[in-house]
């Protein structure tokens, strides 16, 4: 049996929205990962057999190894079609905003979000939520944004709408969260979850070949060179740093999504605790993090680039030079030394 996480007077809340409100977009967030595209299917998928006119929005493109997942080819891409993801969200009566905390995360897209009058439900699992929507469900200890949605859609009594891509989409987005149930996975209920999407028909090992099994020969490559000419590792510190340059990136023909898991790399290393990963992009230098154990990369991400995350993954952002942001990191090494360094 599955325990009780939202509160039932939530779960009445949004099901009288659901049943009230007929034209529904789904919101998540910039560089949408797959617990962000998994969801936000997942959910679309549900609210489509209910249905609902349904359209999920993200700010921005997302990687090459999730574009198989179904009615990912649907989604509408703010960045390239802002015009009528405006009218879209303009025409709502119900957002659901998924794993994102804060609207920011959502770039552009906050404009008409936070404009609209249709009523707003967050589901997410990044701490310290702000407060914009109507309905709140947040829950830092759930892995993934993606086991909320089964959450959800189980104590509305709606299993029987869970159909199989949308199983196939909540399946992708816990386990690319979890790094293939690796982290943040010892939590039992993700292995009913697991059993109960196998039911519906999922073929877990396929998932897994379609999303980490699917790189090019160029991100492979890069892969290789980056852990050869570009790891830097501060034994004092138990940490790792790469850094990536534009110049680098094109001269491997970089695509989004070519460095996804490059961060955590790093963290195979023994006595490795703490991975940060530095890249150029066109406007912005893009920070990501990620801990083993109880370093609290989130503190480290809010501190030293203004972002956030969990405990054990987070990002940031740096407006300025590549060299200021690595400057900006090393700086801040002895401040958290003691936590770096403490014995688990
Ligand atoms: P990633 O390293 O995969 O880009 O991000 C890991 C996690 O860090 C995300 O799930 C998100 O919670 C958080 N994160 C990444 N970038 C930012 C950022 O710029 N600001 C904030 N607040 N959180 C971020
Ligand atoms: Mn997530």
């Not at 990912?72 to 969200?89: F, G, R, S, V």
């Not at 008409?112 to 407060?131: E, G, N, W, Y």
């Not at 089964?150 to 029987?160: N, S, V």
């Not at 940490?239 to 001269?251: C, D, P």
């Amino acid at each position: 049996m599955l325990n009780k996480i939202i509160p039932e007077q939530q779960i009445q809340q949004a099901m009288k929205w659901v049943d009230k409100y007929d034209n529904i977009v789904i919101v998540t967030h910039i560089c949408p990962d797959g617990d962000a595209i998994g969801s936000s299917l997942a959910l679309y998928h549900f609210l489509s057999e209910l249905g609902k006119s349904v359209n999920v929005i993200v700010p921005n493109n997302f990687p090459a190894f999730l574009k198989w997942m179904p009615s990912a080819k649907d989604i509408i891409i703010n960045e390239w079609k802002e015009n009528e993801a405006t009218e879209l969200i303009n025409a709502a009566e119900l957002i659901f905003c998924l794993d994102f905390n804060a609207p920011k995360r959502i770039d552009r897209l906050a404009t008409p979000v936070l404009r609209s009058s249709a009523k707003k439900i967050m589901i997410d699992h990044h701490p310290a939520p702000d407060l914009f929507c109507d309905l709140t469900i947040s829950h830092p200890e759930i892995s993934s944004t993606s086991e909320l949605i089964f959450r959800f859609i189980c104590r509305m009594g709606l299993f029987d709408y869970l159909t199989l891509p949308c199983a196939e989409c909540i399946y992708t987005g816990m386990m690319t969260d979890t790094g293939a149930f690796t982290f943040n996975s010892n939590d039992q209920h993700i292995y009913y979850i697991i059993g109960e999407l196998l039911e519906k028909g999922i073929d877990k090992d396929a998932i897994y070949n379609k999303v980490f099994h699917t790189y090019s020969e160029n991100r492979m490559r890069l892969q290789g060179y980056v852990l050869y000419e570009k790891m830097k590792i501060y034994p004092e510190y138990r940490t790792a740093l790469i850094v990536l340059t534009k110049e680098e990136e094109h001269r491997f023909q970089w695509k989004r999504g070519d460095t996804e898991g490059f961060v955590n790399m790093p963290l195979s290393i023994e006595n490795v605790i703490f991975s940060v990963f530095i890249r150029e992009e066109e406007s912005l230098i893009k920070v990501s993090m990620r801990s083993q154990g109880d370093f609290p990369t989130n503190q480290f991400a809010g501190k030293v680039f203004s972002g956030g995350g969990h405990l054990n993954a987070s990002g940031g952002e740096y407006h300025g030079a590549l060299d200021e942001a690595v400057a900006l990191f090393e700086n801040a090494l002895p401040e958290f030394k003691s936590l770096l360094t403490a014995e688990k």
